[in-house]
Every structure is written in structure tokens, then in C-alpha cells.
Nanobody, 122 residues
Framework: QVQLVESGGGLAYAGGSLRLSCAAS????????MAWLRQAPGKERELVAG????????YYADSVKDRFTISRDNAKNTVYLQMNSLKPEDTAVYYC???????????????WGQGTQVTVSS
């Protein structure tokens, strides 16, 4: 089992940047595929980005490609989401999530953080 705590959310202006962090505790962080998902008011939850256990393979939603970068540091039990060129439509609660290997990117995730609010003002 793994516990996840996000940080780094806040207010940014359009065109600006934020970096989210997700610290994991528990056993064997490097055994989990990690992802960031978001949910805006009145909208369905969306998978934003995912990263494999090694950090080599990544997934991005079309809406964030070339703007967001997911990475992980297995020595620090942390996964990051660097968000550049932010847009007002990126406003949402962002969640860190984890899955054991073998699942597809869009499958349901087993472990979740509490979420962190990101607000992008125009």
C-alpha cells in the first residue's frame, strides 16, 4: 500500500508555470505506475499524465502535450508535474494516483492523494 500527499498547487496567471509534487510513503514506491489526474467543476475526471515505474515511459493527454512534463525520483519517493504555458482551462483539482504495473493508463487507479487546487487566472 502507498500513501500519497500532493503539494504545489495555487494561483497562476495564464502563460505562467507551476510545479506539483506528490510525496509517497509506504512500501516500494518504485513498484507503482504513477499518474496525475484532474477534475474541474462540472466536468469528468481527466487523466493528465502518467509515468512508468522506471520513468522512461510517459503518457500525456492531448490537452497538455508539449506544456506539461511528468517525472519521478524513485530515490525521493516523489512524482512531479511541471506545468508550463498554463491556461484558464487548466483550472482544476489535481490528484496524484498510483497503480500496480500491468494496468492500462486509463484504468481506474487504486491509490489517491487528497488533491491540490490549481487556479489559472486570465
Amino acid at each position: 500500500q502507498v500513501q500519497l500527499v500532493e503539494s504545489g498547487g495555487g494561483l497562476a496567471y495564464a502563460g505562467g508555470s507551476l510545479r506539483l509534487s506528490c510525496a509517497a510513503s509506504g512500501r516500494s514506491f518504485s513498484n507503482y505506475v504513477m499518474a496525475w489526474l484532474r477534475q474541474a467543476p462540472g466536468k469528468e475526471r481527466e487523466l493528465v499524465a502518467g509515468v512508468s515505474r522506471s520513468g522512461i515511459t510517459t503518457y500525456y493527454a492531448d490537452s497538455v502535450k508539449d506544456r506539461f512534463t511528468i517525472s519521478r525520483d524513485n530515490a525521493k519517493n516523489t512524482v512531479y508535474l511541471q506545468m508550463n504555458s498554463l491556461k484558464p482551462e487548466d483550472t482544476a483539482v489535481y490528484y496524484c494516483a498510483a497503480n500496480p504495473p500491468g494496468r492500462r493508463w486509463l484504468d481506474e487507479y487504486d491509490y489517491w492523494g487528497q488533491g491540490t487546487q490549481v487556479t489559472v487566472s486570465s
